[in-house]
């Protein structure tokens, strides 16, 4: 008896330790940004299409349009936001969701899931579980995918926006995430201009790239520059600010001694760009 125990025992040890490791068919993958002052995430396993008819109409394809998809293979697809975000114009709290998907000959409808817990169990998908469901564009690639792609990219140029693009097979779909980060950076300004002055700098910058108080942006100006007097590029957007307030005596000024400093620190490209501004206050 004790001579079978431990065959018992030595077979369960070598199941423990002699497993071996190969690759998976659908490795896992992910890919992450940060929109704004947002960090955007999705983690997915990445099929292959090796050789097989993916999207399509009937059941001689994979996902056949109109079925619902996991959106990637293994456990599903999950996407998670830091903050409340917009997905396609409709409301999004910061968290964690999985992404179910139906194909479409030219639209796929799209939704993002409550319960991660489903994880890939697609018939057992519970509507009241949707937070939102919406419907976008599909497109065909010129070029095949063979394996299945996420990216989170099109960042718009005030970073207020992006798009999350599925890719496989010859099919990208993309769905768009807006940011709202003003909330965050206001809250953010009243905090370190408390604690450093130098912070005013950039509290003054926001406020002028972001269309708000001229007159509080130039304040702050003149405070940062007050307590940095040979940081250049503070002068420089002092004098951005003054001329947007219409005092192009005081742009011209602050301009002139940005270009000084600038120019003593041997910083051409400042040089340059004090030169163009002064031209546009002529």
């Not at 997905?87 to 709290?93: A, H």
């Not at 912070?199 to 304040?219: H, I, R």
Request: no cysteine; hydrophobic share 40%; aromatic share 10%.
């Amino acid at each position: 008896m004790k001579s079978i125990l431990s065959l018992f025992l030595a077979g369960v040890s070598l199941m423990a330790f002699g497993q071996i490791k190969t690759p998976s068919p659908s490795p896992a993958g992910s890919v992450s940004t940060t929109v704004g002052l947002t960090d955007v995430k999705i983690d997915y396993s990445r099929p292959r299409v090796k050789g097989r008819k993916i999207f399509g109409e009937g059941a001689g394809f994979l996902l056949p349009y109109g079925t619902i998809w996991r959106s990637g293979a293994n456990n599903g697809t999950f996407i998670s936001f830091s903050d409340d975000v917009t997905v396609e114009g409709n409301k999004v709290p910061a968290g964690k969701y999985l992404i179910y998907t139906w194909p479409g000959a030219s639209e796929w409808t799209v939704s993002l899931y409550k319960d991660i817990n489903l994880g890939g169990d697609t018939e057992h998908y519970d509507k009241a579980q949707e937070l939102i469901n919406f419907k976008v564009k599909s497109e065909k690639l010129a070029e095949k995918v063979e394996t299945l792609t996420y990216n989170i990219g099109d960042i718009a140029d005030d970073s207020k926006s992006a798009k999350v693009q599925l890719a496989w097979e010859n099919t990208s779909v993309k769905f768009s995430v807006g940011v709202d980060f003003d909330a965050k950076v206001m809250k953010s300004i009243e905090a370190s201009t408390k604690i450093n002055p130098n912070n005013y700098y950039q509290a003054a910058v926001y406020y002028l790239e972001n269309g708000k108080d001229l007159k509080q942006a130039e304040e702050w100006a003149v405070k940062a520059s007050e307590a940095s007097p040979d940081a250049f590029w503070i002068w420089y957007q002092r004098a951005r600010i003054e001329k947007a307030l219409g005092n192009k005596a005081a742009a011209l000024a602050s301009s002139k001694k940005s270009s000084e400093k600038a120019a003593a620190a041997k910083n051409r490209d400042y040089v340059n760009m004090n030169e163009e501004l002064q031209k546009s206050l002529k």
